[in-house]
């Protein structure tokens, strides 16, 4: 399995940064249809009203042309790629979401980790693409992509 080089890293990250600042559109019956691209890249009809972690990272993934989930759910991702326990800038971080054993989750970029704390870059970050810390405790995973 040949697994992403850093410069396919640097390009899904180039492609998640030209989203950076991208909001959720609020009030009814409206949606983001830049938002509403992720899903439809993925083949799905979904507005943003929907949980669209998932559907961003797959969308960059699918775009830098490297391999992807194609799910919706954020712990889809644990089984994409390699685990590493060692991450690079780049790679794929899934965290839970309300407990450990919950369907719930988040999936983001690993930017960096500091302290306690693991950075991110997602989309569906408080509504809109951003750079955002996570305690390092809800990593349920990190994974290198081949």
């Known amino acids: 399995m040949i697994m992403v080089t850093q410069q396919e890293r640097l390009n899904m990250l180039e492609i998640a940064f030209g989203f950076y600042g991208l909001k959720e559109w609020t009030g009814a019956g409206?949606?983001?249809?830049?938002?509403?691209?992720?899903?439809?890249?993925?083949?799905?009809?979904?507005?943003?009203?929907?949980?669209?972690?998932s559907a961003f990272v797959n969308y960059i993934a699918k775009k830098a042309g490297?391999?992807?989930?194609?799910?919706?759910?954020?712990r889809s991702w644990m089984k994409v790629g390699q685990p590493t326990s060692n991450p690079k800038v780049g790679d794929v971080v899934v965290f839970w979401r309300e407990s450990?054993?919950?369907?719930?989750?988040?999936?983001?970029?690993?930017?960096?980790?500091?302290?306690?704390?693991?950075?991110?870059?997602?989309?569906?970050?408080?509504?809109?693409?951003?750079?955002?810390?996570?305690?390092e405790y809800r990593v349920l995973g990190y994974r290198r992509l081949s």
């Open 30 to 53: 409206q949606s983001n249809p830049e938002v509403e691209a992720f899903f439809k890249e993925l083949g799905y009809d979904y507005s943003d009203d929907t949980a669209w972690c």
């Open 100 to 135: 450990v054993n919950s369907w719930k989750g988040h999936v983001a970029l690993f930017i960096n980790k500091e302290g306690d704390n693991i950075y991110a870059l997602g989309g569906n970050q408080s509504n809109m693409v951003n750079i955002r810390a996570y305690p």
């Open 66 to 74: 490297v391999e992807y989930s194609g799910k919706l759910d954020a």
